[in-house]
């Protein structure tokens, strides 16, 4: 009999299809297969298979192609975030499965030049100092071969023109070079050494020479220590641990931490960089890194979110790297949260979880003390480095100069750290030049066209610009409103502005600027940040991309510009994220051989989030915070999920929304609220009402949602509902 194939298409689609496999095509479940869909052919995964007796008249499978299958555990893992999130299983399945058509982009090929037998026409002493480097044979780039003979590019061309250096295309760089375990490293210190052992305690593939095999402890590790601790040096271990065992490691990381610097502190320990997996690699060579994960010949990978999805042979260890990062959370598409979906992943496979922060999240802290994860402590910087020391500037007293943001007394110890030799950081978390621009004359503010957001005013691009949806117009001359000239000012600062200002009080010192939205993109952030590294700038001025784990090891004084932005929000984490931005940001003094201190400008010196940096007891903070969270019923102790209605229409989505309220019928123990216009009430040319659902923590979260949603309103028009279970941003 032939068999029916139940084929799950990565599509907004929650059901698979059914299809007929033709005479000799032999089909098991996870193969990956072509199939027809409407008039054009699509890649699915066989998610069952079923026997039938004859006249079917269903559609045939295509063929299978040369694919590794979906193994079970990926399979649960797609079931897994389908059923939490109410996301379509299509649409988990696409995060898992790489389209075909993908990857036809070429990979970029690598071109190096070498000397040939012809002299050059026109010698001249610059194109003699490229052909005395050139003259040992060894191919080079053409950048490198310039830079070594202290050139410029263009008398490389040149000798390429004049047939004196001729072109060779090379091999493309491996994209999994094999770690070795047993690299020569850097001795751990004593606590360092009794992290490891702790860590590895329970870890199924881990036993000791001469000791007898322990029990397995699936539990998930938390890692904690403070900044500086040497945490990586720790999980390497870890790793090196899981290679010697045969297995596979993966390594999660926020996307701009995956910086030259870390790859290079991972070849330091095992010889060789990891494979890396991020948005900046593309085409080939992403098919190629995924095949060789899938072969088991990329033995560690190291990646943002998305290389959670990637098809491990032998999957033995996921570490989980600043597990506290709110960029794990996927705010469009399918929402979910790599951290939480590492952990699933992780029991799906039977492998360990190890997750590492400094500030660790309410939810991880709280379920380390719960015992649900074991709990690993660095409690001192290696080395016996001190902490940084942290004092508050009270900006109602110590007030910068009018138009200016630097009080006086940061102003001088930037000016004694730099007179010293040492680097310092002035930390803003807003992007562009100003976050308002106005017409005095008038009073006009300029928002964007698409969303309810004001304009920021990018200097360096002459732009205003919407950081929701990304429209641009460029800076007026005159008031668009009114006509008046010379009356637009920019309102409030941004980390463009602070530049400008550091610039007139320090007009002879080098200063970078690193925000997200400078051109670029992350391989130009990733190669200031190794420049910042490596001390060849004296003032850092930057985002909050710089708190992200980054080492400067030149780096003493860290100013914070404006402590209290995130203590106004309405967000229920906005202490807890605040607290983490401020204790990382800070912990980026001092890491060096010179000790470090950072000054913190606030309006509100004695807010409970303030206090509690300034004394470094985190223990206070989170004690707090989680007897606050706990006597509100919020996450952990509860659950929350939201629901986002949008339209073209603003009465429409409103409408829509009123009319899912009215269906709400919370039974006990479940609060729902709205809908209310979101703080972004417009993004997209799209209007946005919020309803958000509060529950206690044993109640069936998604069940009720998909009880609500069945006996609502429909979908009708271009109304669109989203479901964000355990919502990140309440924007």
Not at 700 to 707: E, I, N, S, T
Request: net charge neutral.
């Amino acid at each position: 009999m032939p068999s029916v194939a139940e084929i799950l298409i990565p599509l907004a689609l929650d059901t698979p299809y059914s299809y007929v496999a033709p005479v000799g095509l032999e089909l098991a479940i996870g193969d990956v297969v072509q199939v027809p869909l409407g008039p054009r052919e699509i890649v699915g995964v066989v998610w069952g298979l079923a026997e039938t007796a004859g006249g079917s008249n269903l559609r045939p499978v295509t063929g299978r192609l040369p694919y590794p299958p979906l193994s079970e555990p990926l399979r649960s893992l797609v079931d897994w975030i389908a059923r939490y999130t109410l996301a379509p299983k299509g649409s988990a399945l696409a995060m898992v499965l790489r389209l075909p058509d993908e990857a036809n982009a070429a990979e970029t090929i690598r071109v190096a030049v070498r000397l040939t037998d012809k002299p050059p026409s026109r010698p001249t002493a610059a194109r003699t100092k490229v052909l005395a480097v050139a003259a040992d044979g060894a191919l080079r780039g053409k950048s490198a071969l310039a830079k070594e003979a202290g050139v410029s590019a263009s008398v490389v061309d040149g000798l390429i023109d004049d047939g004196v250096l001729e072109t060779v295309a090379v091999e493309p760089e491996p994209v999994a070079p094999r770690p070795d375990p047993a690299f020569p490293r850097t001795p751990l210190s004593p606590a360092q050494g009794d992290a490891v052992t702790a860590l590895l305690e329970g870890f199924p593939w881990h036993r000791p020479p001469g000791e007898p095999e322990a029990a397995a402890d699936p539990r998930p590790v938390l890692l904690e220590g403070v900044t500086g601790s040497g945490k990586t040096e720790v999980y390497f271990e870890a790793v090196a641990a899981c290679i010697r065992a045969g297995f596979q490691a993966l390594i999660l990381m926020p996307e701009i931490a995956l910086t030259a610097q870390f790859l290079d502190r991972f070849a330091a320990r095992f010889g060789v960089r990891p494979a890396a997996w991020h948005s900046g690699i593309g085409g080939k060579r992403r098919e190629r890194l995924r095949a060789a994960v899938a072969e088991g010949e990329a033995l560690v990978v190291v990646g943002a979110r998305s290389a959670l999805f990637l098809p491990f042979a032998r999957l033995g260890l996921i570490v989980v790297d600043e597990e506290h990062e709110t960029a794990y959370k996927q705010e469009d598409g399918v929402h979910y949260h790599a951290r939480d979906m590492a952990v699933v992943r992780g029991r799906l496979e039977g492998c360990p979880v190890v997750l590492t922060s400094a500030t660790p999240a309410i939810e991880t802290r709280v379920n380390a003390a719960r015992g649900r994860y074991r709990h690993v402590l660095l409690p001192e910087r290696f080395g016996g480095r001190q902490m940084p020391d942290i004092a508050a500037i009270d900006m109602c007293r110590d007030q910068p100069e009018r138009g200016r943001f630097l009080s006086p007394p940061l102003v001088n110890a930037v000016k004694h750290t730099l007179e010293r030799g040492e680097q310092a950081l002035l930390f803003l978390n807003r992007r562009g030049y100003a976050p308002l621009t106005l017409c005095r004359a008038c009073g006009h503010r300029y928002q964007c066209k698409n969303c309810s957001t004001w304009l920021v005013e990018h200097r360096f691009r002459r732009a205003l610009v919407c950081h929701q949806c990304g429209y641009a117009e460029r800076r007026p001359e005159a008031c668009t409103e009114c006509g008046t000239f010379d009356n637009l000012t920019a309102c409030g600062p941004g980390v463009e502005r602070i530049a400008e200002e550091a610039t007139e009080l320090f007009p002879d010192r080098r200063i970078v600027v690193l925000s997200s939205d400078f051109p670029g993109g992350a391989e130009r952030l990733r190669q200031e940040l190794d420049a910042v590294a490596a001390g060849e700038c004296d003032v850092v001025i930057g985002t909050q991309l710089v708190a992200k784990g980054h080492n400067f090891p030149f780096l003493t004084l860290v100013g914070v510009l404006d402590a209290d932005i995130g203590l106004t929000s309405g967000d229920p984490r906005a202490a807890e994220r605040t607290f983490q931005l401020l204790q990382q940001v800070t912990g980026r003094a001092g890491r060096g051989e010179k000790p470090g201190r950072a000054l913190v400008q606030t309006y509100q010196p004695e807010h409970p989030v303030i206090a509690a940096l300034l004394s470094g007891d985190a223990e206070r903070f989170y004690a707090e915070e989680i007897q606050a969270r706990e006597a509100a019923g919020l996450p952990p102790f509860g659950r929350l999920a939201a629901l986002i209605v949008s339209a073209n229409d603003r009465a429409v989505a409103e409408a829509h929304g009123q009319a899912l309220a009215r269906a709400a019928d919370p039974p006990e123990g479940v609060m729902v609220l709205g809908p209310a216009e979101a703080p972004l009430a417009l993004i997209r040319g799209r209007y946005r009402f919020r309803l958000l659902v509060k529950t206690e923590r044993n109640v069936d979260l998604q069940g009720y949602l998909r009880a609500w949603l069945a006996r609502g309103p429909k979908v009708r028009g271009n109304v669109r509902v989203a479901i964000d279970v355990d919502p990140q941003s309440f924007l």
